[in-house]
């Protein structure tokens, strides 16, 4: 997948013609793209071919082509001081542009089938702090990767903003990538093993969960603050392969791993009777008056963020 937009001789003029082609339509995303060079993440001998408009794969290396990065960033709406997660993190290149707009008070993760790839996006993670002239201009939320199979992560792990998932996603696991999304988040992924802006007009239009649009609603009981770090809730078992980095096929699927088996076993048996009306969620009276406090966006967010967690 690629190819919708000509070459550059170096980093900005692929920015240029990606600007140019309507990839790039707002000035956040502009800016993240041109502070990391994409050729930094490639191997030395692959560099020429960094600001072609193309995919590249190298054993289990992995870059999406620059024209699905661009709608990518810019259907999760990105802000200061979101939570991010992304599934199939690969070389770490899409979470730390991401990082460059959520800012000091952001929540940035990455999840990674491949142990190899996870060490590869933290050398290159590392070298971006030490050597890049536009780290210093940014205020950064540092990317954390883990190793492990996001069909894997515990189910009362907190939720996020924004949810990206690069890899291959199979119909049945839709509803368990939703539920790794607070209420009025975004998630942003492809089906069928599509890729997450195919060719179709509209396919790359993200998902966004709202209170009072049953059945694809999200509780906003389940809505919990950002834990600090995706270590405890992944499992670190790598089963089978996946599609790309990140995500197994059907048969790497654990059964019991997204079931609620032992809640089940604690609940007492039910009568005929129709169950009772599930009460309305209770009003966050200070939630709602710190957003309307006369501060800037990051600093709310900073308020809300420490207080959920």
């Keep these: 997948m690629g190819g919708a937009v000509s070459a550059g001789e170096d980093n900005d003029e692929l920015i240029d013609n990606l600007k140019e082609a309507q990839y790039i339509r707002t000035e956040l995303v502009e800016q993240a793209f041109r502070a990391i060079d994409r050729a930094d993440y490639y191997l030395e001998e692959f560099r020429e071919n960094a600001y072609k408009d193309l995919a590249w794969k190298h054993g289990n290396i992995h870059l999406s082509a620059p024209c699905i990065y661009s709608e990518v960033m810019e259907a999760l ?66 990317p954390s990767f883990v190793p492990g199979n996001c069909l894997e992560i515990s189910p009362g792990c907190s939720q996020y903003d924004r949810v990206y998932c690069g890899a291959g996603v199979q119909k049945q696991h839709e509803d368990y990538m939703k539920s790794l999304l607070k209420v009025g988040g975004i998630l942003v992924m492809p089906l069928e093993e599509k890729d997450p802006c195919a060719e179709v007009e509209g396919a790359c239009a993200p998902w966004e969960p709202h209170l009072g649009t049953p059945p694809e609603r999200l509780s906003e009981g389940l809505a919990g603050g950002v834990s600090g770090s995706l270590a405890g809730p992944v499992e670190h078992q790598r089963v089978g392969g996946g599609a790309q980095s990140g995500l197994g096929t059907d048969r790497d699927h654990v059964e019991g791993t997204l079931s609620c088996e032992d809640a089940a076993e604690d609940r007492p048996e039910q009568d005929d009777a129709p169950p009772a009306p599930r009460p309305e969620p209770p009003v966050n009276v200070l939630r709602e008056k710190v957003l309307r406090l006369p501060l800037p966006d990051a600093l709310k967010c900073y308020l809300l963020y420490y207080r959920e967690k």
Excluded at 78 to 97: A, E, I, R, V, W
Aim: glycine share 12%; net charge negative; charged share 20%.
């Design 77 to 142: 709406e990105l802000q200061p001081g979101l939570s991010f997660l992304n599934l199939g993190s690969g070389t770490g290149y899409l979470s730390s542009m991401v990082g460059l707009i959520l800012g000091p008070f952001g929540v940035n993760h990455g999840v990674e089938l491949h142990s190899d790839v996870v060490e590869y996006a933290k050398q290159k993670l590392d070298s971006f702090i030490r050597t890049s002239s536009s780290f210093d201009k940014f205020d950064f939320c540092e």
